[in-house]
Protein backbone atom coordinates (compact mmCIF):
# COMPACT_ATOMS: atom_id res chain seq x y z
CA UNK A 1 0.00 0.00 0.00
CA UNK A 2 1.18 3.57 -0.45
CA UNK A 3 2.24 5.36 2.18
CA UNK A 4 0.35 8.95 2.01
CA UNK A 5 0.19 11.61 4.58
CA UNK A 6 -2.27 13.55 2.89
CA UNK A 7 -4.81 13.50 0.14
CA UNK A 8 -3.67 14.30 -3.46
CA UNK A 9 -5.54 17.38 -5.28
CA UNK A 10 -6.00 16.16 -8.38
CA UNK A 11 -7.55 17.58 -11.54
CA UNK A 12 -9.92 16.04 -14.05
CA UNK A 13 -10.57 17.41 -17.98
CA UNK A 14 -14.17 16.73 -19.22
CA UNK A 15 -13.17 17.67 -22.82
CA UNK A 16 -15.31 18.58 -25.37
CA UNK A 17 -14.57 19.19 -28.96
CA UNK A 18 -16.53 21.22 -31.84
CA UNK A 19 -19.30 18.86 -32.54
CA UNK A 20 -19.96 18.70 -28.69
CA UNK A 21 -18.65 15.28 -28.26
CA UNK A 22 -16.77 14.42 -24.84
CA UNK A 23 -12.77 12.51 -24.96
CA UNK A 24 -13.06 9.60 -22.83
CA UNK A 25 -9.09 7.95 -22.29
CA UNK A 26 -8.85 4.04 -21.63
CA UNK A 27 -6.06 4.14 -18.55
CA UNK A 28 -4.42 0.79 -17.46
CA UNK A 29 -4.30 2.56 -14.05
CA UNK A 30 -7.96 2.44 -13.67
CA UNK A 31 -8.63 -1.36 -14.86
CA UNK A 32 -8.56 -0.31 -18.20
CA UNK A 33 -12.00 1.61 -17.98
CA UNK A 34 -12.59 4.62 -19.53
CA UNK A 35 -11.98 8.12 -17.66
CA UNK A 36 -11.03 11.45 -18.70
CA UNK A 37 -7.68 12.73 -18.90
CA UNK A 38 -6.19 14.61 -15.29
CA UNK A 39 -3.76 14.35 -13.12
CA UNK A 40 -2.00 16.19 -9.99
CA UNK A 41 -2.06 19.69 -9.01
CA UNK A 42 1.36 20.92 -8.81
CA UNK A 43 2.73 23.07 -5.44
CA UNK A 44 2.08 26.51 -6.23
CA UNK A 45 -0.06 25.61 -9.07
CA UNK A 46 -3.81 27.13 -9.78
CA UNK A 47 -6.35 24.57 -10.23
CA UNK A 48 -7.35 26.00 -13.99
CA UNK A 49 -3.60 25.91 -14.90
CA UNK A 50 -3.35 22.37 -13.95
CA UNK A 51 -6.14 21.00 -15.75
CA UNK A 52 -5.40 23.37 -19.12
CA UNK A 53 -1.34 21.22 -18.45
CA UNK A 54 -2.42 18.03 -17.58
CA UNK A 55 -5.05 18.39 -20.99
CA UNK A 56 -2.09 18.96 -23.06
CA UNK A 57 0.31 16.43 -21.47
CA UNK A 58 -1.97 13.46 -22.08
CA UNK A 59 -3.81 14.68 -24.94
CA UNK A 60 -1.32 17.11 -26.90
CA UNK A 61 -4.58 19.30 -27.31
CA UNK A 62 -5.24 23.24 -26.49
CA UNK A 63 -7.84 23.65 -24.20
CA UNK A 64 -9.60 26.36 -23.20
CA UNK A 65 -13.19 28.02 -21.02
CA UNK A 66 -12.21 25.79 -17.73
CA UNK A 67 -15.61 25.75 -16.01
CA UNK A 68 -15.18 23.90 -12.23
CA UNK A 69 -17.96 20.84 -12.44
CA UNK A 70 -17.49 19.72 -8.94
CA UNK A 71 -15.63 17.77 -6.59
CA UNK A 72 -15.60 14.21 -5.41
CA UNK A 73 -12.95 12.29 -2.67
CA UNK A 74 -11.71 9.15 -3.54
CA UNK A 75 -10.55 7.47 -0.60
CA UNK A 76 -8.38 3.76 -1.15
CA UNK A 77 -11.06 2.83 -3.62
CA UNK A 78 -10.27 -0.53 -5.98
CA UNK A 79 -10.79 1.37 -8.84
CA UNK A 80 -7.40 2.96 -8.91
CA UNK A 81 -4.55 0.92 -9.40
CA UNK A 82 -2.91 1.81 -6.30
CA UNK A 83 -4.72 2.41 -2.59
CA UNK A 84 -4.55 6.73 -2.89
CA UNK A 85 -6.81 9.23 -1.02
CA UNK A 86 -7.47 11.92 -4.18
CA UNK A 87 -9.30 14.48 -4.26
CA UNK A 88 -11.01 15.25 -7.86
CA UNK A 89 -11.83 18.91 -9.05
CA UNK A 90 -13.46 18.27 -11.99
CA UNK A 91 -13.91 20.91 -14.96
CA UNK A 92 -15.84 20.78 -18.17
CA UNK A 93 -13.19 22.56 -20.75
CA UNK A 94 -13.43 23.16 -24.53
CA UNK A 95 -11.11 22.50 -27.68
CA UNK A 96 -11.11 23.49 -31.32
CA UNK A 97 -9.08 19.98 -32.28
CA UNK A 98 -10.21 16.12 -32.36
CA UNK A 99 -7.00 15.40 -33.04
CA UNK A 100 -5.89 13.66 -30.14
CA UNK A 101 -2.09 12.71 -29.09
CA UNK A 102 -1.78 10.11 -26.19
CA UNK A 103 0.92 10.03 -23.42
CA UNK A 104 1.69 6.60 -22.14
CA UNK A 105 -1.10 6.83 -19.31
CA UNK A 106 -3.92 5.83 -22.06
CA UNK A 107 -4.06 3.19 -24.43
CA UNK A 108 -7.30 4.79 -26.41
CA UNK A 109 -9.12 7.40 -27.04
CA UNK A 110 -12.76 7.96 -28.01
CA UNK A 111 -15.27 10.89 -28.42
CA UNK A 112 -18.65 10.43 -27.74
CA UNK A 113 -21.33 12.14 -26.34
CA UNK A 114 -22.68 12.16 -22.75
CA UNK A 115 -25.71 9.50 -23.67
CA UNK A 116 -22.80 7.12 -25.23
CA UNK A 117 -19.71 7.79 -22.55
CA UNK A 118 -23.07 6.55 -19.79
CA UNK A 119 -23.13 2.80 -21.70
CA UNK A 120 -19.35 2.24 -21.68
CA UNK A 121 -17.23 0.84 -19.32
CA UNK A 122 -16.44 3.89 -17.66
CA UNK A 123 -14.99 4.42 -14.13
CA UNK A 124 -17.80 5.85 -11.18
CA UNK A 125 -15.95 8.99 -10.75
CA UNK A 126 -16.20 10.08 -14.60
CA UNK A 127 -19.75 8.64 -14.34
CA UNK A 128 -20.42 11.18 -11.67
CA UNK A 129 -19.40 14.02 -13.04
CA UNK A 130 -21.04 13.23 -16.44
CA UNK A 131 -24.39 12.97 -14.16
CA UNK A 132 -23.31 15.81 -12.56
CA UNK A 133 -22.48 18.18 -15.66
CA UNK A 134 -26.53 16.83 -17.32
CA UNK A 135 -28.31 17.77 -13.93
CA UNK A 136 -26.04 21.29 -14.22
CA UNK A 137 -27.87 21.01 -17.57
CA UNK A 138 -24.64 23.05 -18.93
CA UNK A 139 -23.78 20.80 -21.54
CA UNK A 140 -25.74 18.55 -23.50
Known amino acids: MTKQNFPHPTVGAL ?12 SHKFHGKWV ?4 HIEVGERMVDAVVREAKEETGLDVYDPQFIFFQEFI ?11 IFFDFALKT ?6 LNDE ?27 LKRQGRIA
Open 36 to 39: VPGG
Open 15 to 26: IFNPEGKLLLVQ
Open 106 to 132: AEAYKWVTLEEALKMDVDPYTINAINE
Open 76 to 86: QDEAFWQKMHF
Open 96 to 101: DSSAVV
